[in-house]
């Protein structure tokens, strides 16, 4: 092959790749970061995308914690809830209870009593709860605690009055 020949193939195969090359460049462009289109997850996809599910989770924590019709009520600090003569206080799971002024008794379930951890026993059916004393409900099936009079607690979890 002469000299020219050899210089006009090589001449367009450094223009074909320059084209294939650029054309890579553009699709590759056009595809957001991340999508099925893009396999290649940068540090700001992930970023964005942790963003987005921590905004999430804001509001979902946010609008479960919004008071809604027989839904009970949940605190992760104590809260002083007044409860009339009469009324039940019905605690979730994990609810923690101490009364602080009034009179009260214990309501059960078939399952067991009230956890008196400052007494370190358990209060059965209609025993009078001592005042100051730190109560917790294991389950959430029924158990709480009835006013016998007008009483003030200190109450942090899940809960419903009756």
Request: hydrophobic share 35%.
């Amino acid at each position: 092959m002469n000299k020219k020949l050899k210089s006009s193939i090589f001449s367009v195969g450094i223009i074909a790749l320059s084209l294939i090359t650029v054309g890579q460049m553009v699709y590759a462009s056009t595809k957001d970061p991340g999508s099925k289109d893009d396999p290649i997850v940068t540090l700001s996809y992930i970023e964005l995308k942790l963003e987005q599910l921590k905004d999430y989770i804001d509001q979902k924590s946010f609008s479960s914690n919004q008071p809604e019709p027989n839904k009970p009520t949940e605190n992760s600090t104590f809260q002083v809830v007044e409860i009339q003569r009469g009324q039940s206080l019905i605690a979730g799971a994990g609810t923690e209870i101490i009364l602080r002024s009034g009179e009260a008794v214990a309501v059960i379930s078939p399952l067991g009593g009230l956890s008196d951890v400052t007494g370190a026993e358990d209060l059965k059916k209609d025993e009078k709860i001592p005042a100051n004393h730190l109560l917790i409900i294991p389950r959430d099936d029924g158990r709480g605690v009835r006013a016998l009079a007008d009483s003030f607690l200190l109450v942090k979890g899940g809960y419903t009055i009756n």
